[in-house]
């Protein structure tokens, strides 16, 4: 193939606006598998789950997706919170979860897949929304509007989520509870509690990353499938649960897959982002920005 | 029980079930029983390092995948009987888990759950993009109508899995045994315990990844030859995934009894019902009960039984294992 200067920055551009949204589907889990040592991989199965409320809001009642994905969030908190209590009693406190909590996780991944796909079919869904078709153009630039504007807001989401975790109490002692629960239980804090809490605010995450996944591209159930490699790559290479990290590794798997796609062909797109996670794990385990 | 005597009468039973199975008169139940030993291979490959080691796999689609497409590579090359199939399935799905194990066992458990996965979604995509076995768009295989002396081709390749099954189910009984069980054993209670008193544990996680990875691969390689048309999402299916995790939770994990148990049961349960109810309601059969079997009965159908009987299930298998109702310890 000719190289192309146009293709180069097209393809690095949405790179960096597709690493945007990438970095708000792995927020959720650097903070259950980062912090708090939940190995999630449901997680994309929430993200699904997401967007499909964002599509039956979206549908009957046409309201914007982003919208109702920020009205969904405490549902989907509760919905974190009550699943932790489910692991917490069943595997954690039985110091089981290394077998069993993985299984029961890879169970509940497979029970929404099939779940969604009896009630919605495999049928591909999409959502109106007024940025969704134009696109912006700036010289030889074509940015669209469906990518540009989750991008926005995922870097927002991720900004909140960086102040609640460095200034506030609660965050603080998310921070802590990775470190040191014994400490954290001297200070009259229940560390229960605080994973609760921590894990409420990773699965209400998905419902925002859900609502970003049907704005850019139709989903149907096993599309959650592609993102845990992917999910779990930008979490390992953004070190374990540091949120800047997290957005500079989603950004650099965004571009690099952005330019296999372009100057390969889509179809090996999904190799990149296991490449990165081996080659992490063997050189480097503790990622770019490992504590 | 010494092996060689606890495998005649595998081999027995084995026999007589086929002679049931031909007695049957219908060729459906072939068809359905190598489905449900496919299962039995699959769940006791994903327990020896599951259940034994404690190291969660969730690539068995992929190295079953493995298995089944290095046949379709063959195939097109040159036709081998299924035998010589199996060796090299599993050979190339061994040599796989070694590599993946290699990489990252030496990290924390968690890290190897993740890769497995990741593979599966890798693997796919390089057999999309690989022609020579068809791509996308799947691959044929021409399976004859006969083969002497079995006479028909799916009792044969029924024949051929019960084979595996029975020696599939030897070798984890063998493992269990011997010294390398206990190694295994020391590794799933406490890893850090084991590798200060001394346990090779990287070189057993080595061994166990690539015994399960290659029994996988043996599971999968007659696979084209009993579908006939090979593609890849259904191949690299998720159901095989949590078929082979669920069968060995289901059954139990301690001992190479749960895993089958649990395949036969489930793999029949799912046989009944894709043919009476549908095969996404079946799958979500297996799901929930996988949920709540974790959740309720960790030890499974087996330690449900040992309980019934009032013994604890550590008995029955000889071996110490952790006690689930063990106190809380300090989060």
Known sequence: ?291 | MRTPVFLLIWLVIAAAVFAGAVFAGNDYVFFAGYVVMQYVVLSTAWNILGGYCGYVNFGSAAFFALGAYSTVAIYKFYPLPIPLLLVVGGAVSGLVGFGMGYLTLRLRGAFFAIATLALAVVLETLVVNWDYVGGSRGAYIVRPEEIYPFGNYVRYLFLIMMGLAVGAITVARLIERSRLGYGFATIRDDELAAEACGVPTLQLKLIATTISGALMGMAGAPFPYYIGYLQPSSTFGLEYAVNSIAMPLIGGTTSWVGPLVGAVLLGSLQQIATVTISSAVNLLIVGCLLVGFVIVAPNGIIGLVHKYFQRKPDDFVGRRRVDPDAPEAVP
Not at chain 1, 44 to 54: E, Q, T
Not at chain 1, 109 to 123: A, H, M, N, R, S
């Open chain 1, 1 to 291: 193939m000719i190289f192309s200067f146009d293709l180069l920055i097209n393809a690095v551009v949405s790179g960096v606006l597709i690493g945007g949204f990438y970095a708000a589907v792995t927020c959720g889990v650097s903070i259950s598998f980062g912090i708090l040592d939940i190995v999630n991989i449901a997680h994309p199965a929430f993200i699904i789950l997401g967007s499909y409320v964002a599509y039956i809001f979206n549908i009957t009642f046409g309201i914007d997706p982003i919208v109702v994905a920020i009205v969904m969030t405490p549902a989907f908190y509760l919905l974190g919170t009550a699943i932790y209590q489910v692991y917490y009693l069943s595997f954690e406190k039985r110091g089981q979860e290394s077998l069993r909590g993985l299984a029961f996780f890879f169970g509940v991944l497979f029970i929404t897949e099939v779940t969604l796909v009896l009630y919605f079919g495999v049928d591909y869904r999409y959502v109106e929304a007024p940025y969704i078709g134009p696109t912006l153009h700036f010289r030889m630039l074509d940015i669209p509007l469906r990518i540009l504007v989750p991008f926005l807001v995922s870097l927002l989401l991720i900004a909140v989520l960086q102040l609640i975790l460095t200034r506030t109490f609660i965050g603080r002692a998310i921070m802590a509870v990775s470190q040191d629960q014994l400490a954290l239980r001297l200070l009259a804090v229940d560390p229960v509690r605080i994973k609760r809490i921590a894990f409420g605010i990773s699965i209400a995450t998905a419902s925002l990353a859900g609502a970003f996944l049907i704005i850019i591209q139709p989903v149907e159930p096993s599309v959650g499938r592609e993102y845990i490699g992917r999910v779990f790559a930008i979490c390992v290479l953004g070190g374990m649960g540091s949120l800047p990290g997290t957005v500079i590794a989603a950004m650099l798997i965004g571009i690099v897959e952005s330019l296999t796609s372009t100057f390969y062909g889509p179809s090996w797109a999904p190799a990149v982002s296991f490449g990165f996670l081996l080659l992490t794990l063997a050189v480097r385990p503790a990622g770019l920005l490992g504590r």
